[in-house]
Nanobody, 123 residues
Framework: QVQLVESGGGLVQPGGSLRLSCEIS????????IDWYRQAPGKQREGVSCISTGDGTATYADSVKGRFTISRDNALNNVFLQMNNLKPEDTGVYYC????????????????WGQGTQVTVSS
């Protein structure tokens, strides 16, 4: 059974940093992509970043480019989102999502989701 578990959220002041982790278990395929999404109160869920094992690409929403970095630990099946220079508008619940047999940006909806981790940026 595929499971994704996020961790690393919390309360941070503007300008601060957090590192989110997504631990993936329950499958052994080599070709997949992992997205990070976020949802702020009263707003639609938006894609933040994606990383693919197929073509090795990483993508970012314009709002986080230069501040967020996505990475993978292949041995541990973990995906990380390093978030620097956080802003109040980064506040929301962050979810990781798995799409099998797909690279980033192909428009295939994720098949598996984590439960989310809360990120709050406030002074």
């Amino acid at each position: 059974q595929v499971q994704l578990v996020e961790s690393g959220g919390g309360l941070v002041q503007p300008g601060g940093s957090l590192r989110l982790s997504c631990e993936i278990s329950g499958f052994t395929l080599d070709y997949y992509s992992i997205d990070w999404y976020r949802q702020a109160p009263g707003k639609q869920r938006e894609g933040v970043s994606c990383i693919s094992t197929g073509d090795g690409t990483a993508t970012y929403a314009d709002s986080v480019k230069g501040r967020f970095t996505i990475s993978r630990d292949n041995a541990l099946n973990n995906v990380f989102l390093q978030m620097n220079n956080l802003k109040p508008e980064d506040t929301g619940v962050y979810y990781c999502a798995l799409t099998l047999y797909s690279d980033c940006g192909e428009g295939v909806p994720p098949g598996y989701w984590g439960q989310g981790t809360q990120v709050t940026v406030s002074s």
